[in-house]
C-alpha cells in the first residue's frame, strides 16, 4: 500500500509538472507575439522607423525595383538600314534632342556606289542619359530598319569607391601638411612640406578627374549607331521564320534580283555603245580592206591562168 500510495504521488506529481510548463510555454508565446505586434506602434508612436538591414558592397539606383549596382556603364551598338539616308537622319537628330542627349562623333560617307546609284553611310557616337536610353531605342525602331542590337554593361562599383576612398586619404594628408606648414619654421622643412603638398595635389586632380570620366560614362550610356542607305531592305529571315514566308521571301527576292539584272544589263548596254559603235566601224573598215585584197589576188591568179605559155 506505501509503494502504491508513493506511485501514486509520483505520477499526480509528474502530470502537475508538465500542466505548469505548458502553460509557462504559452504565455511566452503570447507575450512575444504581443511584443512583435506592438513594435510598428511604437515606431510609429516614436516617430522613427525599425533600421532595415542594409546588403553591403552595393549601391542602389534609385528604382526601387530593380536591382542593378549604380555605377554601371552601358554601351549600345545599333546597325540600322534605311532606304531614304537623310530624312532618316533628320529624324536621328530629332530623337537625340528629344531625349537630351549629344552626337560625339560622327562620320558621314557619300561615294558608296552600288547599282550606279551614290548610296550613303554614316557613323555616329551618341550620347544619351541612361535615364532616356529605353525609350530611345524604342523610338529608334520607328525611324529605320534595325538589322542588329547589342548591349553590354560594366560594373565600375568597386572601382568608383576605391577612387573615393583615396581621394579622402589624400584630402586627409593634405589638411595635415597645411596645418605642419603653418607651424614649420626652418627652410628645409618647409620645402620638404611643399613637395609633399604639390604630389597630394597632383594626385588630387587626377583622380578628381577620373571620378568625373566614370560619373560621365555612367550618367550618360554610349550608343555607337551605324546608318546604311540601301536600295532593299534585308529580309530578315532566320530559323523560326514559316516555311510559306520564307518561300514567298525567296520569291520576292528572286523577282527583285531578276530585275535588277536586267538593268543592269541594259546600263551596261547603253555603256558600251559607243565603244560599240566604234568598235563596228574600225572591223567593217578592217574587212573591207580584207576583201579588196583577197580580190585583188584573185584578179592576179586568172591573169596568170589566162596567159599563153
Known sequence: MKNFKFSY??????????????????KNE????????????????SGSVAPQPEMEGIDYISDPKS??????ITTVSIYMQ????????????????????????????????????????????IRIPRENLSNFKKELTEIGNIISENTSK??????????????????????????????????????????????IIYDKENLTASIMNMDDSVNYSTVNFQLEEVAKFSSGDNIKTPFGTRVMNALKESAYYAGRFFEDAIIALIYFFPYGIVISIIGYLVLK?????????????????????
Do not use: W
Not at 530629332?94 to 557619300?110: D, F, R, V
Open 82 to 125: 534605311t532606304k531614304d539616308f537623310m530624312p532618316t537622319v533628320e529624324k536621328l537628330n530629332s530623337l537625340i534632342e528629344k531625349h537630351k542627349g549629344y552626337i560625339e562623333t560622327s562620320n558621314i560617307s557619300y561615294n558608296n556606289y552600288v547599282y550606279s546609284s551614290a548610296l550613303k553611310r554614316s557613323e555616329y557616337t
Open 9 to 26: 504521488l509520483l505520477v499526480l506529481f509528474l502530470v502537475f509538472n508538465l500542466i505548469f510548463a505548458g502553460c509557462s510555454s504559452n
Open 289 to 309: 580592206v580584207i576583201k579588196k585584197r583577197k580580190g585583188k589576188s584573185i584578179r592576179k591568179d586568172i591573169n596568170k591562168d589566162q596567159t599563153p605559155h
Open 154 to 199: 560594366m560594373d565600375i562599383t568597386k572601382q568608383y569607391r576605391d577612387t573615393q576612398s583615396r581621394l579622402k586619404v589624400l584630402e586627409t594628408k593634405e589638411a595635415r601638411i597645411l596645418a605642419l606648414l603653418e607651424k614649420a619654421e626652418k627652410m628645409e622643412d618647409i620645402i620638404a612640406l611643399e613637395n609633399q603638398l604639390s604630389t
Open 67 to 72: 536591382i542593378e549596382p549604380d555605377k554601371i
Open 30 to 45: 503570447s507575450a512575444t507575439e504581443e511584443v512583435q505586434n506592438s513594435a510598428p506602434d511604437m515606431a510609429t508612436d
